[in-house]
C-alpha cells in the first residue's frame, strides 16, 4: 500500500508530503502518525505541505484531525509551506485550520518545535 | 459564445477524484488561466467530485472550454444520478452536512469559482455546472 514516509529527528516526526493526497493516504498518515508518536514518545510534528498543489476540505480536515490527535498525544503539530495560491483558496473554502499551528517554511518550523520542547 | 472543446469522464472512484484534479488542473493552464483561479477551479472540482461520488454514488464529470469574445472560460458539469438533494437551501449551508464532513463542499465550491449552478429534486439526482473565466 502507498505510505507517506515518516522520518525522526530527535524528538520531532517529519512528514514531507511529495505525492498527490488522495483520500485514503491521507486516512493512512493519520494512523501511521499517531503510531509513530506513541513509538517513539516524539514532542513534535513538522508537516511540509510545500509540494501540494491543492488543499480540499477532506485534506484540510485530515491537518486539523492529525493536529488534534498529536496534542492529545502531548506532541505539537507545526504546518509548514503552504503555497499562496491554496492558501487564499483554503480562506474563501472557509476553512481556516482552528488551532493548527502554521509556519511559512521548515527552518521556521522547526524552530517553532525545538523553541517549545525546550520549555517543557 | 462558443465551446471550443469538450469531454466526459467517470467519477466513480476516488481515483477518479485525483485524475479528475489532474486534468482540470491541465484544462486550466491551457486556458490561460492565473494560478489562484486554477487552484481555486481545481479545489472546487475536488469537492464537487468527491460530493458525487459520496452522496451521488458517482457520476460523470462533463467539461467545456469556451470562448466568450476574448475571454476563455472553463465550465464544468457534474451529473449524477443518486437520490437529488431534498433541501437545497439547507445543504447551501455553510457548516451543514448530511454526513460527516465539514459541511464546505457546497458552499465552499460555489465561493470558489465565477458561475455556479445546481439544479436537484428528491430522486432526480443532481447536476452542477461551474465556470471559471481567465
Known sequence: ?????????????????????????????QEDLAERISAT??????????????????????????????????????????????????????????????????DRGMKLLLDSAQRQ | MNIKDQGTRPIV???????ARQACRKLAQ??????????????????LARNMLVYGGGGDLHWEILEDGLRKGIRIIFHDEGPGIADLQLAMTDGWTSGNGLGLGLTGAKRLVNEFDIETAPGQGTRISITQWS
Do not use: W, Y
Open chain 1, 1 to 29: 500500500m502507498e505510505r507517506i514516509p515518516i522520518l525522526r529527528m530527535g524528538e520531532i516526526l517529519l512528514v514531507t508530503v511529495q505525492v498527490e493526497m488522495h483520500d485514503q493516504l491521507a486516512l493512512t498518515l
Open chain 1, 41 to 106: 514518545a516524539a514532542r513534535g510534528v513538522l508537516i511540509d505541505i510545500s509540494a501540494l498543489e491543492i488543499v480540499d476540505s477532506f485534506i484540510g480536515r485530515m491537518i486539523a484531525n492529525i493536529s488534534s490527535l498529536s496534542r492529545i498525544m502531548d506532541a505539537q503539530t507545526v504546518l509548514v509551506g503552504m503555497q499562496p495560491a491554496v492558501a487564499i483558496t483554503l480562506v474563501e473554502l472557509g476553512l481556516n485550520l482552528p488551532g493548527v499551528a502554521t509556519a511559512l517554511n521548515v
Open chain 2, 13 to 19: 472512484t476516488e481515483q477518479d477524484i485525483v485524475l
Open chain 2, 30 to 47: 491551457d486556458c490561460g488561466l492565473r494560478l489562484v483561479a486554477q487552484t481555486k477551479l481545481v479545489t472546487a472540482v475536488s469537492e
